[in-house]
């Protein structure tokens, strides 16, 4: 089955700076992967997706980039904020979209003031 | 719209007791997704319905885990008999049907479950 590594486990920058999240997956199958920011004690919110047909989406501060070839894909956010701080998680789907949802360990993102 | 919604919010049992979880979708979401996340974890999928149907229950310990989702519309997990293991959150969460394009999950406030 579908197996989804996500590192770094922890990651602390300084408000302003970037931060990148990376995930691989190993089903070459897979063809959506969104990404979910979760707060402390409240439910998982999608935040950006992109799909296999697309190398890379953005949306304001945030940007995914996805190689195919390597199966890795990746989370951007620039000019972090300290409402970025939250845990974020990674997943893989596939075909057809939305069955076989596999979730990435997650990334606790700390920003300094 | 009105999101998913779940119940009860926190239950605390003891090992060998049994528990039921109960989980109404968003109005027209003809997928139904359960997760369990234990702490410090992504969610793992439990189980997925679309309608009423399984689509996916591979991971759904069925030795004591149940799920059903009668009507195509609420669900319920069961839990039977808990372990120490099962404490988690168990999060539902429900989307569009995709076929061509993926379609957002949403989840639910999940429930908070610590079996003593």
């Known amino acids: 089955g579908e197996n989804v590594e996500q590192h770094p486990s922890t990651l602390s920058v300084q408000e302003g700076d970037s931060a990148v999240i990376k995930c691989t997956y190993s089903d070459s199958a897979s063809n959506y992967f969104p990404w979910y920011k979760q707060e402390l004690g409240k439910r998982p919110q999608l935040i950006i997706d992109i799909r296999s047909n697309v190398g890379e989406k953005k949306d304001q501060r945030i940007a995914v980039t996805l190689n195919k070839t390597a199966k890795h894909f990746s989370l951007h956010i620039t000019e972090t904020q300290p409402e970025d701080s939250a845990v974020y998680f990674c997943a893989a789907s596939k075909r057809p979209y939305g069955q076989n949802f596999v979730f990435g360990p997650g990334t606790r993102l700390s920003v300094l003031p | ?116």
Not at chain 2, 35 to 56: A, E, R, S, T
Not at chain 2, 74 to 103: F, H, M, N, W
């Open chain 2, 1 to 116: 719209e009105a999101g998913v919604a779940q119940s009860p919010r926190y239950k605390i049992i003891e090992k060998r007791q049994s528990v039921a979880f109960w989980c109404n979708p968003i109005s027209g979401h003809a997928t139904l997704y359960w997760y369990q996340q234990i702490l410090g974890q992504g969610p793992k999928l439990l189980i997925q319905f679309q309608n009423n149907g399984v689509v996916d229950d591979s991971q759904l310990p069925k030795d004591r885990f149940s799920a059903e989702r009668l009507k195509g519309v609420d669900s319920t997990l069961k839990i039977q008999p808990a372990k120490l293991e099962d404490s988690a959150v168990y999060l539902c969460a429900s989307s569009q049907t995709g076929t061509e394009s993926p379609r957002e999950q949403y989840f639910g406030p999940g429930t908070r479950l610590t079996v003593t």
